[in-house]
């Protein structure tokens, strides 16, 4: 047995070496107060495991102290991380010259080990709980455990899933490897008839997302209904350059007498301006509201107007202000439309849902669907949150760029294919690996072997 001795000028200083050198587990076999410090011996406990007996003893009572010693990991042995703070130690640890531990180490081969007592006033060992808090080593190598069994399960019960069903295998594969998330995919799976073929299911799946995804058509185009719409989102979404667009659509049915233009932009240098020469560029008046109150006299003053379009300051969706514009557009009877970007992923999407949904949104317009690869994460979002789809972005172009959803080029665009050469491209168990990550049971995902 390697027994190592620790001196240092308090006994915390010695017990943390104890804890560094030979890991918090550490059983201490002996302290006292030398000249100078304090001195302990203690062994590593993969040592001692080889040395205690494996059946339960009682811990007999201190002889210079009434409270029993507290629960250890194993019977009869006291470990570093159980000692007590220095307040509670005998005198013997605190400081130099007292009386030594007259326990001296247990020899090999005397048979079971005696325990060692830690003193303690009896007003802490009345209230220490009987159970000790689990070490965070242990709780990691637990949850690293479980990642593996689930690795596991999920790779038989994707090999056995593709065996049973395996259309629906595929079709679940291909939805993970374009950019759909698991929760949608187990979503439009879950009714997906059993006796349909690889090219049947393809299509019977996209008329489900198509069912699913809400847009507006020609008889609701928001140009011909009027009314005041905020277009609001993060920070380079295409706010300004969607509003230019709207608003020479509406100039070109209706003309420049029906529309008005808002900004509450007025903290970036320049954002003003932009929105002012897009207006005089269609002939419309532009005006600044810089919080509620100028919004509220400034939507009164063009009560009478069409259609009203705010330009709003774009921010992040984690900033403070999104609540101030929460509040600046609460009173005014707003409807806003949150713009999200094709080229985001799919969480950030749904933050960005998340922290706007507190304007009540009315519907979302869809940007940059020209610079996408693909654009499954965007549906994929505005599907699970129940956004209607208002219109879809695809350049720069002033107002050609702009157009009405057409649901079955945008899920042609989604279920789009990845080529196999492609980094993305989900191969053997990777896609049920995915769904155990995901937090989605793998057998509900795929409808089940027997369903």
Known sequence: MNVRKFIAATARDALRKVKETLGPDAIILSNRGIPGGVEIMAVAARDMEMMVPTQEREAPRSKDYTAAAPPAPMPGRVTAKDQPPLRS???????????????????PAAGPLPPVEVPQSPARSATRPEAEVVPAAVMEEIRTLRRLVEQQLAGFAWGEAARAE???????????????????????LAELPGELEAGQALSWVKGAAERSLLTINSESDIVDQGGIYALVGP?????????AKLAARCVLRHGARKLALVTTDGYRIGAHEQLRIYGRILGVPVHLA?????????????QHTHMVLIDTMGMSQRDRMVSEQVAMFGASHVNSLLLLSATSRGDTLDDVVRSYSRLDLAGSILTKVDEAASLASSLDVIIRHGLRLYYVSNGQRVPEDLHLPNRQYLLHRAFKDLPESSPHHLSGLEPGLMMASSAVGLQSAAGGQHG
């Not at 395996?166 to 439009?188: H, I, N």
């Not at 920070?235 to 509003?243: D, R, W």
């Not at 810089?290 to 063009?302: E, I, N």
């Open 235 to 243: 920070t380079g979404v295409g706010k300004t350059t969607t509003t």
């Open 166 to 188: 395996p259309v629906k295998t595929e079709m679940l594969r291909q939805m993970l490897d374009v950019g759909f998330s698991p929760q949608a995919a187990r979503d439009l």
């Open 89 to 107: 130690m005998p005198p013997a640890l605190g400081q130099a010259g007292a009386r030594t531990n007259p326990r001296p180490p247990p020899a």
């Open 290 to 302: 810089r919080d509620a109150k100028d919004l509220r006299t400034t939507l009164h003053d063009l």
